[in-house]
T-cell receptor
Framework: QKEVEQDPGPLSVPEGAIVSLNCTYS??????FMWYRQYSRKGPELLMY????GNKEDGRFTAQVDKSSKYISLFIRDSQPSDSATYLC????????????FGTGTQLKVEL | NAGVTQTPKFRILKIGQSMTLQCAQD?????MYWYRQDPGMGLKLIYY???????DKGEVPNGYNVSRSTTEDFPLRLELAAPSQTSVYFC???????????FGSGTRLTVV
């Protein structure tokens, strides 16, 4: 079993839709959770990070962590074609310092 | 502000050849990382460094070497290239205790 699992997609939605992207993880000791966005042929860029359980909102983006279910989500409201990218979840393993463990990424396409 | 600069952007190597992937950052970040990204496999940590003169292995270090003589530079050396090293390589940097990595734009390496 992989430490962090993500549905690879591709996920195709119409412009304006609400998008839900998800990751599950196996190690209950993970505490810090991040979402990175990666455009084609570019490096990933940090979108949001959260600590422990709960929600965090930033504009059209909401990150949600459910530690009891070992499940994290990223919601995108009013999705735009510019949101088309691969979204990677990442988390810090116990004793991992700054070393992130990444999911495999979900490819999202927002169509006009 | 250039951020993280990786060179070259593309390279084709023959089996058994060697090369150095260059990475430089101008943000005075202490921590630097090398990841490889394969389709459907996510980002895997190869090596990392917490400061000049200090390096350590990540998840997939075999076939690679690194050095860190300055804060700014973190080159990755491939000795005796193998087809299994065909991948996209990303360098990243961060401050200590920061989960917001800054990634370079990647080096696409093909070993034939």
């Amino acid at each position: 079993q992989k430490e962090v699992e993500q549905d690879p997609g591709p996920l195709s939605v119409p412009e304006g839709a609400i998008v839900s992207l998800n990751c599950t993880y196996s190690n209950s000791a993970f505490q810090y959770f991040m979402w990175y966005r990666q455009y084609s042929r570019k490096g990933p860029e940090l979108l949001m990070y959260t600590y422990s359980s709960g929600n965090k909102e930033d504009g059209r983006f909401t990150a949600q962590v459910d530690k009891s279910s070992k499940y994290i989500s990223l919601f995108i409201r009013d999705s735009q074609p510019s949101d088309s990218a691969t979204y990677l979840c990442a988390m810090i393993p116990p004793g991992g310092g700054n070393k992130l463990t990444f999911g495999t990424g979900t490819q999202l396409k927002v169509e006009l | 502000n250039a951020g993280v600069t990786q060179t070259p952007k593309f390279r084709i190597l023959k089996i058994g050849q060697s090369m150095t992937l260059q990475c430089a950052q101008d943000m005075n970040h202490n921590y630097m990382y090398w990841y490889r990204q394969d389709p459907g496999m996510g980002l895997k940590l190869i090596y990392y460094s917490v400061g000049a003169g200090i390096t350590d292995k990540g998840e997939v270090p075999n076939g690679y070497n690194v050095s860190r003589s300055t804060t700014e530079d973190f080159p990755l050396r491939l000795e005796l290239a193998a087809p299994s090293q065909t991948s996209v390589y990303f360098c990243a940097s961060s401050y200590p205790d920061s989960y917001g990595y800054t990634f370079g734009s990647g080096t696409r390496l093909t070993v034939v």
